[in-house]
């Protein structure tokens, strides 16, 4: 990711060195909680998710194959909570590994950069 700018009302826009703009909307002002949407659109295809009534993913224009997660649970974060008792217990590798998650985190703290300082954030160790 190349920059990434957070206002303190309206989208977050993230930019990624390869052009892709992603845009992220939330609001924390409803009295219930709101749907999750997830809308994600490339050249191939498109991927729809949405957790109400079910969680649910659909996609256009791609075949997706079907895939259980790999230990049980009711939410993903009981599932990963068991993944990660799986990996800590019976040394069965982790689903998502620390390096992995390093991105993630590094745009995590570029968006918490960007609110501090009301500027654009660089994230250049991806």
Request: net charge neutral.
């Amino acid at each position: 990711m190349t920059s990434l700018r957070v206002k303190k009302q309206g989208p977050l826009h993230i930019e990624t060195s390869g052009g892709t703009l992603i845009s992220l909307t939330a609001s924390m002002v409803a009295a219930t909680q709101p749907t999750v949407t997830i809308e994600i659109y490339g050249e191939r295809g498109s991927g729809f998710y949405c957790d109400l009534p079910r969680p649910s993913v659909k996609f256009l224009g791609v075949k997706a194959h079907k895939q259980n997660p790999p230990v049980w649970g009711v939410h993903a974060l009981q599932r990963s909570l068991a993944g990660f008792a799986e990996w800590i217990q019976d040394d069965k590798p982790y689903l998502t590994p620390a390096q992995e998650a390093l991105p993630v985190l590094a745009a995590i703290d570029g968006v918490y950069r960007s609110a501090e300082g009301g500027q654009g954030a660089d994230i250049d160790h991806l």
